[in-house]
């Protein structure tokens, strides 16, 4: 008996020790500090294998090696010039393939006969490889700055096209036809309230599309680059220096990050003023 006239004294504690843990991992700093906590783990375990002697310095460098060589590129005036060019290049062929994939996906999206004709060839071309496209975009675009940005333009343009087309496709119909009702007809009404009602799934579309941009890089950086981190990566691993091959995937990684949570920041931002 008196075990059930505690249960409800028991369950508001319970619930009052949970609400700070909660307010605890919305804090920003909070939240930030826990995502470095991964990847300290991962340099101790990377720096402790080196020194243990597990790898050869050619098969896994230790950090402090890595480290050297970023100060050698920077020293040398390379390493901000390699970085520079491929942010550029992922953010040119990013802004043209995520805005032809929002277009696209518009059109499919709201109108039935442009899906039944479009869909299943966007969607065959969808599944062909990246490096698939690398010697028809030589022939076509020979080997300058327009067939490396088509090519990270061609990875943005189908995460964007796919998430838009789904999401318009899948807004209430309730919700339209009472726009209907008040008037609100053709680029009216996608302005005010389809593309509203859709504005989450854009911005997952862009976040994926950038994070395919940057994959497609280094396939972009295969047609005979001579700076960039995708021609670093290649340059090191055809010369066995696998400090400056390291050091290219952690510039990807960071500046990746880097980049998904600027546009995450663009998100909050576009959600609070539109959704």
Same mark, same amino acid.
């Given at each position: ?16 020790? &949970?609400?700070?843990?909660? &307010? ?15 990847? @300290? ?56 393939? @995520? ?17 039944? =004709?479009?869909? !299943? ?19 076509? =675009? ?19 096209? &796919? ?10 119909? %309730? ?9 609100? %007809? ?5 302005? &005010? ?6 504005? !989450? ?27 960039? /981190? ?8 055809? %010369? ?7 050091? @290219? ?13 600027? /546009? ?12």
């Amino acid at each position: 008996m008196s075990s059930v006239l505690k249960t409800p004294a028991s369950a508001s504690a319970g619930a009052g020790n &949970t609400a700070p843990a909660g &307010t605890i991992l919305t804090s920003r700093w909070t939240r930030a500090g826990l995502g470095l906590v991964v990847p @300290a783990l991962v340099l101790a375990a990377w720096q402790i294998t080196t020194a243990a002697g597990i790898f050869s310095p050619v098969q896994l460098p230790s950090p402090s090696a890595v480290y050297t060589a970023a100060v050698d590129l920077i020293g040398r005036g390379q390493l901000g010039l390699h970085v520079a060019i491929s942010t550029q290049r992922v953010l040119v062929g990013f802004a043209i393939g @995520a805005l032809l994939g929002l277009a696209l996906g518009a059109v499919l999206g709201l109108s039935r006969l442009a899906e039944v =004709l479009l869909g !299943p060839m966007i969607g065959a071309l969808r599944a062909v490889p990246s490096l698939a496209w690398v010697p028809l975009l030589i022939l076509w =675009l020979k080997i300058g700055e327009d067939s490396k940005i088509t090519l990270i333009a061609i990875g943005a343009f189908f995460p964007v096209f &796919t998430t838009v087309s789904l999401a318009l496709r899948h807004v209430d119909r %309730n919700l339209v036809e009472a726009a209907r009702a008040f008037g609100l %007809n053709g680029l009216k009404l996608l302005r &005010t309230v389809q593309l509203p009602a859709v504005v !989450p799934a854009v911005f997952s579309g862009l976040r994926l599309a950038l994070a395919q941009a940057w994959l497609f890089l280094v396939a972009a950086e295969l047609i005979a680059s001579s700076m960039g /981190l995708g021609f670093l990566l290649i340059d090191s691993q055809n %010369n066995g220096r696998t400090d400056r091959l390291l050091l @290219a995937i952690v510039l990807l990684a960071v500046i990746g990050k880097i980049t998904d949570a600027l /546009l995450g920041l663009a998100e909050k931002w576009a959600v609070a003023k539109w959704a």
